[in-house]
């Protein structure tokens, strides 16, 4: 909880992960002594891209099957994918998504 443990008082900074942090009979209480050797936020990473983006990789190619939260509106990626660079838009159109690869539309989930 960001609001238990500032930064000010945590030591780890406020866009990272950390899951430990000292007790309160700990006389260094409320500080995180992992904040960055933890893999939470390279699990973070791959569950945004391949969840709420649903850019999911496949042997010899990839899947976009979006699922972003409602507050989203879209989401621009740009990743290197199977050796080449990708920029991928996803954005909201009705009750599905229109989503582009490098500047080609599509409509729906594909394949590409």
Not at 56 to 67: A, I, L, M, Q, R
Not at 80 to 93: A, C, D, P, V
Request: aromatic share 12%; net charge positive.
């Amino acid at each position: 909880d960001n609001m238990a443990h500032p930064s000010t008082v945590s030591g780890c900074e406020p866009y990272a992960f950390t899951n430990q942090y000292l007790g309160p009979q700990n006389a260094r209480s409320g500080e995180s002594i992992s904040g960055w050797i933890t893999g939470t936020a390279g699990w973070m990473f791959r569950s945004v891209l391949e969840y709420f983006c649903g850019i999911k990789p496949g042997y010899s190619s990839f899947v976009v099957e979006p699922c972003l939260p409602t507050s989203w509106e879209r989401a621009i990626i740009r990743r290197e994918i199977r050796g080449q660079m990708q920029t991928i838009e996803i954005r909201r159109k009705g009750v599905g998504y229109a989503i582009s690869v490098n500047g080609r539309d599509y409509c729906g989930p594909i394949a590409y």
